[in-house]
T-cell receptor, first 112, second 116 residues
Framework: SQQGEEDPQALSIQEGENATMNCSYK?????LQWYRQNSGRGLVHLIL?????REKHSGRLRVTLDTSKKSSSLLITASRAADTASYFC????????????FGKGNQVVVIP | NAGVTQTPKFQVLKTGQSMTLQCAQD?????MYWYRQDPGMGLRLIYY???????DKGEVPNGYNVSRLNKREFSLRLESAAPSQTSVYFC???????????????FGNGTRLTVT
């Protein structure tokens, strides 16, 4: 299965701390994307990183990609209560079957 | 801009009933997608459409039909609802013109469907 898997699956941190979550996948990819989902809402795109990129930043978010280890990490710096959400990684396989395979999600709770 | 709008937000059906979930986007996107989200399963692709007039099956198409009415609208129909179709349904769109994933997906807020 190409489906990404996030780790840890649940994370509880204090406001101001950094939150790191990882995603592993199984086959070669074109790109990997991270999404956030607040309770009862749709997913919101955070960052897309292509297979030839190693790191991308967006505001307080930093994503790394290690294609040799088939893994990615999402770092949220100086977390805020509003960062409380589920975070999903999604991969597009290199040998595309027109699927964006989503992981099961990582629940992050930021305690004020 | 409204982005991706889904209707209805909630629906309860009895087994065997039919219904259509509506989705519209105002971002001039080319590709549109229907996903379902179930606890512990992540999101699974039901159908997608790379352009007006074309649709293709995704991972879990059985029991569903779709129509790409025009560039803006992509509807999902359940002809004979089953309890296994109880789920949260999300419509998404992207600028990608191939039905692929080189551009980010923009999601609606979902339709919560219960089939009894």
């Amino acid at each position: 299965s190409q489906q990404g898997e996030e780790d840890p699956q649940a994370l509880s941190i204090q406001e101001g701390e950094n939150a790191t979550m990882n995603c592993s996948y199984k086959t070669s990819i074109n790109n990997l994307q991270w999404y956030r989902q607040n309770s009862g809402r749709g997913l919101v795109h955070l960052i897309l990183i292509r297979s030839n990129e190693r790191e991308k930043h967006s505001g307080r978010l930093r994503v790394t990609l290690d294609t040799s280890k088939k893994s990615s990490s999402l770092l949220i710096t100086a977390s805020r209560a509003a960062d409380t959400a589920s975070y999903f990684c999604a991969t597009e396989a290199y040998y595309g079957n027109n699927r964006l395979a989503f992981g099961k999600g990582n629940q992050v709770v930021v305690i004020p | 801009n409204a982005g991706v709008t889904q209707t209805p937000k909630f629906q309860v059906l009895k087994t065997g009933q039919s219904m259509t979930l509506q989705c519209a986007q105002d971002m001039n996107h080319n590709s549109m997608y229907w996903y379902r989200q179930d606890p512990g399963m992540g999101l699974r692709l039901i159908y997608y459409s790379a352009s007006e007039g074309t649709t293709d099956k995704g991972e879990v198409p059985n029991g569903y039909n779709v129509s790409r009415l025009n560039k803006r609208e992509f509807s999902l129909r359940l002809e004979s609802a089953a309890p296994s179709q109880t789920s949260v349904y999300f419509c998404a769109s992207s600028f990608d013109a191939t039905g692929g994933y080189n551009s980010p997906l923009h999601f609606g807020n979902g339709t919560r469907l219960t089939v009894t």
